[in-house]
T-cell receptor, first 117, second 113 residues
Framework: EPEVTQTPSHQVTQMGQEVILRCVPISNHLYFYWYRQILGQKVEFLVSFYNNEISEKSEIFDDQFSVERPDGSNFTLKIRSTKLEDSAMYFC???????????????FGEGSRLTVL | AQSVTQLGSHVSVSEGALVLLRCNYSSSVPPYLFWYVQYPNQGLQLLLKYTSAATLVKGINGFEAEFKKSETSFHLTKPSAHMSDAAEYFCAVGYSSASKIIFGSGTRLSIRP
């Protein structure tokens, strides 16, 4: 069964460093998302991406964050200068397109745990 | 605006007992509703989804949920809890097939032997 894959599974970085989290969505999906989950808290929406541009973003997704689909398969989240409060689990998700096939569900990856020291 | 409220951050039941996890939603349009499960140190797995085809939705692992428009609820149930059901459960709402989904705060389910 096709799945969303994320790398790395865990990254430790120093405050102020740049981090890139990578995702390979399911191949026939066209909507892509990043969510984050701070330890013990709810899953929060960061950004959605469609047709090579951001379709929606939350207040969390400030100028320190960016997303990119550099080729036909990868979808990346970059944090330019990490802060302690960026420590969280980051989930990538993707969604099908097409009325008949699209029931609105998101398919999630296993997550990338980011620890900022 | 769409939102979802999960009543009870922690629910504990005995093995074999009924599981009931509560979810109420707010949506200005007919919602898409979901329950996801997160096992410790794992990602989010879809348990079941409501997309207006039927009000009683059956999911994986014996879970089901009923959409009640009059109560704006989508509670998750399982007749008999199993130890392997211990996990975090998230209710989520979307307002179209193309939109993001918004998660509730989650309910941690514990199962007592």
């Amino acid at each position: 069964e096709p799945e969303v894959t994320q790398t790395p599974s865990h990254q430790v970085t120093q405050m102020g460093q740049e981090v890139i989290l990578r995702c390979v969505p399911i191949s026939n999906h066209l909507y892509f998302y990043w969510y984050r989950q701070i330890l013990g808290q709810k899953v929060e929406f960061l950004v959605s991406f469609y047709n090579n541009e951001i379709s929606e973003k939350s207040e969390i997704f400030d100028d320190q964050f960016s997303v990119e689909r550099p080729d036909g398969s990868n979808f990346t989240l970059k944090i330019r200068s990490t802060k302690l409060e960026d420590s969280a689990m980051y989930f990538c998700a993707s969604k099908k397109m097409g009325v008949a096939a699209n029931t609105g569900e998101l398919f999630f990856g296993e997550g990338s745990r980011l620890t900022v020291l | 605006a769409q939102s979802v409220t999960q009543l009870g951050s922690h629910v504990s039941v005995s093995e074999g007992a009924l599981v009931l996890l509560r979810c109420n939603y707010s949506s200005s349009v007919p919602p898409y509703l979901f329950w996801y499960v997160q096992y410790p140190n794992q990602g989010l797995q879809l348990l079941l989804k409501y997309t207006s085809a039927a009000t009683l939705v059956k999911g994986i692992n014996g879970f089901e949920a009923e959409f009640k428009k009059s109560e704006t609820s989508f509670h998750l149930t399982k007749p008999s809890a199993h130890m392997s059901d211990a996990a975090e459960y998230f209710c989520a709402v979307g307002y179209s097939s193309a939109s993001k989904i918004i998660f509730g705060s989650g309910t941690r389910l514990s199962i007592r032997p």
